[in-house]
């Protein structure tokens, strides 16, 4: 069974840091683009960060300089490092990976972490 799980979630206060990992685990030939989505409560899931499998890399305007997307090919896992954490950027965290499994490729989406900013 093919699936993506995050973790790293968690709770900081404003100006602290976290990572979020993201791991593809089942029978999967290769990995395309993958990226991490946010949805806060009441908005709808946004962009935050992707990288293709070469490693280029596009961020939203709201956490460039603040938010690092990386991913070990090796380890079929992705990471989001996230400095400078502000209030907004309060949200689940989601997992997004295009995955070729078997002759099929299409997007998976991991389960969700909460991340949580104080002031």
């Known amino acids: 069974q093919v699936q993506l799980v995050e973790s790293g979630g968690g709770s900081v206060q404003a100006g602290g840091s976290l990572r979020l990992s993201c791991a593809a685990s089942?029978?999967?030939?290769?990995?395309?683009?993958m990226g991490w989505y946010r949805q806060a409560p009441g908005k709808q899931r946004e962009l935050v960060a992707s990288?293709?499998?070469?490693?280029?890399?596009r961020y939203a305007d709201s956490v460039k300089g603040r938010f690092t997307i990386s991913r070990d090919n090796a380890k079929n896992t992705m990471y989001l490092q996230m400095n400078s954490l502000k209030p907004e950027d309060t949200a689940v965290y989601y997992c997004?990976?295009?995955?070729?499994?078997?002759?099929?490729?299409?997007?998976?989406w991991g389960q969700g972490t909460q991340v949580t900013v104080s002031s």
């Open positions: 997004n990976a295009e995955l070729a499994v078997s002759l099929l490729t299409r997007a998976y």
């Open positions: 089942g029978s999967i030939f290769s990995i395309n683009t």
């Open positions: 990288i293709t499998n070469s490693g280029s890399t």
